[in-house]
């Protein structure tokens, strides 16, 4: 592993993610990327008693479809984590797959942690790590916000939790033979500008992930030419704009290169979903559904994945303090 | 780095514990190991306007005394986790430290998944790490159970979570000369036997910590002889009876050896601590106050450390879920 500045880490062998899986809702399953997802639940109640059960039932049907897809590999870990107290659906996913856990926490940034946690494993000598992120709508509101039955109104700057969870394979072996590859890693530093509204998760995720952009370029000694597309996690089109204008102050232009998931995934003016896609399956289940396969059919061939997240907790925020930001960024390429 | 078995890796790069670093309460401080821990704060609120922030500022003191007293170390990244929602002690820390950083959770287990993936990092090829586990028993229990004002009664297998926090320095170089060695670990599945008692912590853990032993001397060909101590989390003494028949029963024999951290730090007969210590910083005060020194001293030389954890939320024990256990166990030697 060669560390390049203060954050970044490139990889000296392979590391290939070797397959994907994402299970989403009904209200993702009628956005724009539909076609692109392996899975869709038309009740987001899944059947279950309770929707934080539809969540762990969610999860683990994205690792166990990934492993059943690939049986020939036997993970030598499970790495994952979820926006609930004690990332528990990521656990109980972890009780059913009976495979070596280790639960992460960066909140809608945790797929891009899971997947640098994996991708270090693989580098140290593990064989293979399978990884997942999720979020649903109805148990993140009534955890973080207010119980849906009071139909609080939200200001327009608002975002709506993606119900679903992204599962991806990491192994030192290319199974498929897709060839996309992890080839490197920024790790990112928890930034805050003061930011209060706990609404406005986008002004509170573009600092680090700015930062975490500006120590990708700086360490690497490269700038967005290298790049075929640079994905934010769930800034929405607002903070996207955020970003590129932070950015721009450190003479940085990537508004023609930038996507955002939380863009993508909602038809955001038509689908009441204020600003557009947040959660920790914003990332993962676009990245698994929509931007792995076109990384595989080789439209694209690189792309910088920056996952951004937001460190607050309802007791952080109710005892007055702000919300600080993270994002982990990895380079998803194929050659 | 060589896997053994199912669940074990032991390094082949030397990969040190250069130095550690324990903060704790005045209960704590007033218990048998007292002389030991680096730094005590006799009003648990360390003068601040909440617990939660005199927690974070016990974990944000243990890991800046830590990098103080090694300061020819820059850290490559601090890895850490903590009891309360959104591990936001462990975050806000983070944003104090200004490092490149990966939240981790896995309970009371947490300082050894932070101790296993700072490993694997200096295994991969990082220089260093700085890892913390902390909990505090006041915002444990105003989270976990009731408001303290309510004055609860609980049961005598009750525990008493640990105030404080323990930090440590992963590193390829030895700095401070002790030898001491993070020679292997073993990584936890999640092992849920169908307890529902959420005052009984003990029991759901005991499953785990019994798989992860089992898992570690079956990978590596050994047995409890290796050792000069095993030492659990926060099992109690009551939890460690239950561990030790439970080991029994697959003809290990490991209570000449076992010490658990929650049944040292308290003086449990006349603390009113019910059964023993718990929590985050249970395990990391005793293993980076106490254990670690005796390790330096070569007073031990080779102990297996198995922090065991209880995957539990509050929501989760609401809706009639179990309570799942994991434990990570990792190898500190001296030679």
Redesign the interface.
């Known amino acids: 592993?060669?560390?390049n500045g203060?954050?970044s880490?490139n990889f000296e062998k392979k590391i290939y993610i070797a397959d994907t899986y994402s299970v989403v809702g009904p209200k993702e399953n009628s956005g724009p990327l539909s076609s692109y997802f392996h899975k869709y639940f038309s009740d987001d109640l899944c059947g279950k008693t309770?929707y934080?059960?539809a969540e762990q039932f969610m999860c683990t049907t994205a690792a166990e479809e990934l492993l059943m897809k690939n049986n020939t590999i036997k993970p030598?870990?499970y790495i994952g984590?979820d926006?609930?107290?004690?990332?528990?659906t990521t656990?109980?996913t972890?009780?059913k797959l009976?495979?070596?856990?280790?639960?992460?926490?960066?909140?809608c940034s945790s797929f891009g942690?899971a997947a640098?946690?994996a991708s270090?494993?693989v580098?140290?000598?593990?064989?293979s790590a399978v990884i997942t992120a999720s979020s649903h709508f109805s148990t993140a509101e009534r955890?973080y916000r207010a119980p849906l039955e009071l139909g609080n109104q939200r200001p327009a700057w608002a975002q709506w939790t993606v119900t679903g969870a992204g599962a991806a394979l990491i192994s030192d072996t290319d199974v498929n033979k897709n060839g996309v590859m992890i080839k490197g890693i920024t790790?990112?530093?928890?930034?805050?500008l003061g930011v209060t509204d706990t609404d406005n998760m986008s002004a509170a995720m573009v600092p680090a992930a700015a930062d975490c952009i500006v120590a990708h370029f700086e360490d690497n000694s490269i700038d967005e030419s290298y790049y075929d597309f640079i994905i934010t996690g769930d800034l929405t089109s607002y903070g996207g704009e955020l970003l590129c204008s932070l950015l721009e102050q450190n003479n940085i232009k990537i508004k023609s290169k930038h996507l955002d998931c939380g863009a993508l995934i909602f038809d955001t003016k038509n689908q009441h979903v204020y600003s557009g896609g947040s959660g920790c399956a914003c990332f993962s289940t676009v990245f698994s559904g929509y931007f792995y396969q076109l990384l595989c059919k080789k439209a694209i061939k690189r792309v910088l994945c920056i996952p951004t997240g937001a460190?607050?907790?309802?007791?952080?925020s109710q005892?007055g303090?702000s919300i600080?930001g993270?994002a982990?960024a990895f380079r998803a390429e194929v050659e």
Not at 123 to 127: N, P, V
């Open positions: 592993m060669i560390k203060n954050q880490f309770s934080e059960n030598d870990i984590g926006l609930l107290n004690q990332i528990i656990s109980f972890a009780r009976n495979v070596p856990y280790w639960g992460i926490y960066s909140a942690e640098s946690v270090m494993c580098e140290a000598g593990m064989k955890q790790i990112g530093k928890v930034v805050d460190l607050l907790s309802p007791t952080s005892q303090e600080p993270v982990h």
